[in-house]
């Protein structure tokens, strides 16, 4: 009985301990991801001074989509033993063993865009030695190679595309449960260069005057597959534009009742407390090196497959007036404008001559282009002369409607 009792109350203390130390985490904040307490704050006081409840947690993004939505379906190509030993004659039977190999066939479509560059290179170059010498005498031969050639050219979209937005690497960046961009420790570069790398090897494909270094691709998918930055990054747009949009609802408010000076006072303080404009500025300049490479990497991908479509208007797109990028930077303009209108109600009251762009603690002036220009010039620069691409047609309709 006394070993009972001993264990009873021993539960009952350790529960009793960690309802206590769950009260003392939520009252204190730190369930709350702390890279967000700032913006937060802001949306809090900001309903205070309003009169409103506060902000709602922000909502997490989708998913990336899985493999079944996002992977187009690519026939491996075959060809017979006897001309595969024939294939020597090409010089590009090395090639087609590598690629058939176990490691060929397990190797992501990334890893295999060297096997499948050299293939398709090699091909052509055979049917051009073929169709050139006039002692051939296996016109057979030529017509299976010249088939195999139109094969592989047939598959290069598909290929292109698993490379890149499709593969298990780049699906991994957006990796469920990751969750904000950490303050003040920034890989953008880092992950804007692996997405240019990727693009580049991309853009390669089957290109005669082009190589495709493996170690510099297997290098930019490990960095974007490593720290899930795209889940991170994505997470920390959607809850800096759920907390923005209610702050400016809030500070609008405060406006239809005049905009007391101490109200005004008392966002400004907040603002400046929890650093929000560096902040800000700081998650804008990470979210453009981002959209820049993945306009890089688009710019040389084929239309997505359907089931992929939706999800990439909703966070892939960088001028989809809808998509994530261009909600956060609508989201901090309607935040500036509120607050500006909000000086300007005041000002009457007490607060004439108050810069309303100095409420907002900006250190830096003006910049020459908008972040969806900037992403709209890479994209341009970025595309060949063949013609339109699917991104840059989204882009103008996306812009159209801004």
């Known amino acids: 009985m006394r070993k009972a009792y001993l264990r009873a109350v021993r539960k009952s203390s350790l529960f009793g301990f960690i309802l206590a130390f769950g009260a003392a985490v939520a009252a204190s904040g730190c369930g709350r991801d702390p890279s967000l307490n700032g913006v937060a704050e802001v949306a809090a006081a900001a309903a205070a001074v309003a009169g409103r409840p506060g902000p709602a947690p ?10 079944r939505d996002r992977v187009y379906a690519s026939e491996d190509i075959r060809i017979g033993m006897l001309d595969f030993f024939a294939l020597k ?56 190679i010249a088939e195999a050639l139109e094969a592989v050219r047939s598959r290069l979209p598909a ?17 469920v449960g990751a969750g904000p961009l950490p303050a003040g420790v920034s890989t953008a570069q880092a992950q804007k260069s692996a997405l240019e790398t990727l693009a580049q090897a991309i853009g390669s494909l089957g290109k005669a ?6 170690k510099r691709v297997v290098d930019a998918q490990e960095t974007l597959e490593k720290g899930r930055y795209g889940a991170r990054l994505h997470r920390s747009l959607a809850a800096a ?47 453009e090196a981002w959209f820049r490479g993945i306009a890089a990497l688009a710019a040389v991908s084929p239309p997505p497959p359907p089931g992929f479509r939706t ?10 007036r809808d ?30 001559g108050y810069p309303p762009t100095a409420s907002l603690g900006r250190e830096r002036k003006a910049r020459p282009i908008s972040p969806g220009d900037a992403v709209r010039r890479q994209v341009r620069s970025s595309q060949s002369s063949s013609g339109s691409h699917w991104l840059t047609s989204r882009l103008k309709r996306g812009s159209s409607n801004s």
């Open 209 to 214: 005057d082009a190589a495709i270094d493996r």
């Open 241 to 287: 534009t759920h907390y923005l949009r209610d702050a400016a609802e809030s500070v609008d408010l405060v406006s239809s009742q005049g905009c007391p000076a101490e109200s005004l006072a008392r966002i400004r303080a907040t603002m400046v407390d929890v650093r929000l404009v560096p902040w800000l500025d700081e998650l804008e300049a990470r979210g």
């Open 89 to 144: 004659r090409c010089g590009i039977r090395g090639e087609v063993a590598d690629r058939n190999s176990i490691l060929g066939k397990l190797a992501e479509a990334s890893r295999r865009l060297p096997y499948e560059h050299a293939l398709v290179l090699g091909l052509e170059a055979c049917v051009a030695r073929l169709a050139d010498d006039p002692e051939d005498d296996d016109p057979a031969f030529a017509a299976t």
């Open 311 to 320: 999800w990439a208007t909703e966070e892939l797109y960088p001028s989809a």
């Open 159 to 175: 290929i292109r595309w698993n490379a890149g937005f499709g593969s298990d690497e780049f699906a991994a960046s957006f990796r």
């Open 323 to 352: 998509g994530r990028w261009q909600k956060f930077l609508a989201a901090r303009a309607a935040f500036t404008g509120a607050l500006a209108r909000c000086a300007d109600v005041s000002a009457p009251a007490g607060n004439a």
């Open 58 to 67: 922000p909502p997490v993004p989708r998913p990336y989509p899985s493999a």
